[in-house]
T-cell receptor, first 115, second 115 residues
Framework: GQQLNQSPQSMFIQEGEDVSMNCTSS?????WLWYKQDPGEGPVLLIA?????ELTSNGRLTAQFGITRKDSFLNISASIPSDVGIYFC???????????????FGQGTILTVHP | DAGVIQSPRHEVTEMGQEVTLRCKPI?????LFWYRQTMMRGLELLIY????????DSGMPEDRFSAKMPNASFSTLKIQPSEPRDSAVYFC?????????????FGAGTRLSVL
């Protein structure tokens, strides 16, 4: 079963507001990934984080890899209607040995943006 | 460049019927994953192939489910006989495994409804 706790489960915000969501784990991951899923589509990668403490931006998105390697957050600034969707965090352990880079997903955060 | 292609996009069938879902991974990728997504359980990994060989099938629910990858550009997930509780969205993802990190790219999914 899933080992990641993602929060909040859902958010209803006004256009222009900032959004923050996070994921925590009971175990360490080597890579944290954030995906977005639009209605009727598959998850699309937004940001990948490879080092503890890393802070990465992609346009209005900013994500950080927690220093303990057990958590990550995603911020969206100045939200727009097309930000609507489900956001998933995913943890990945380094491929090698018995690990093949399997992804463990959070439960998802459903984001609704009101114009 | 074409992404992961899944077919059909939607499948409606009656309980007891055989269902076959198809996936064409990204050209050059050597890893393929089948996932199932439901509201209750989120995204679950069903099976993982590397170089066309099944490596981890621990997520396959039961003997009614089977997956094959006869070559590097094609995979199938078969359910026989199907049951209403199999209703879900099934995703295929592919990646290029070879370094320390491999990013999975998802198809648009097949929405399966078993009546």
């Amino acid at each position: 079963g899933q080992q990641l706790n993602q929060s909040p489960q859902s958010m209803f915000i006004q256009e222009g507001e900032d959004v923050s969501m996070n994921c925590t784990s009971s175990s360490i991951f080597n890579t944290w990934l954030w995906y977005k899923q639009d209605p009727g589509e598959g998850p699309v990668l937004l940001i990948a984080l490879y080092k503890a403490g890393e802070l990465t931006s992609n346009g209005r998105l900013t994500a950080q890899f927690g220093i303990t390697r057990k958590d990550s957050f995603l911020n969206i600034s100045a939200s727009i209607p097309s930000d609507v969707g489900i956001y998933f965090c995913a943890g990945q352990r380094r491929a090698g040995g018995t690990s093949y880079g399997k992804l463990t997903f959070g439960q998802g955060t459903i984001l609704t943006v009101h114009p | 460049d074409a992404g992961v292609i899944q077919s059909p996009r939607h499948e409606v069938t009656e309980m007891g019927q055989e269902v076959t879902l198809r996936c064409k991974p990204i050209s050059g990728h050597n890893s393929l994953f089948w996932y199932r997504q439901t509201m209750m359980r989120g995204l679950e990994l069903l099976i993982y192939f590397n170089n066309n060989v099944p490596i981890d099938d621990s997520g396959m629910p039961e003997d009614r489910f089977s997956a094959k990858m006869p070559n590097a550009s094609f995979s199938t997930l078969k359910i026989q006989p199907s049951e209403p509780r199999d209703s879900a969205v099934y995703f295929c993802a592919s990646s290029l495994k070879g370094g320390l990190v491999d990013i999975q790219y998802f198809g648009a999914g097949t929405r399966l409804s078993v009546l």
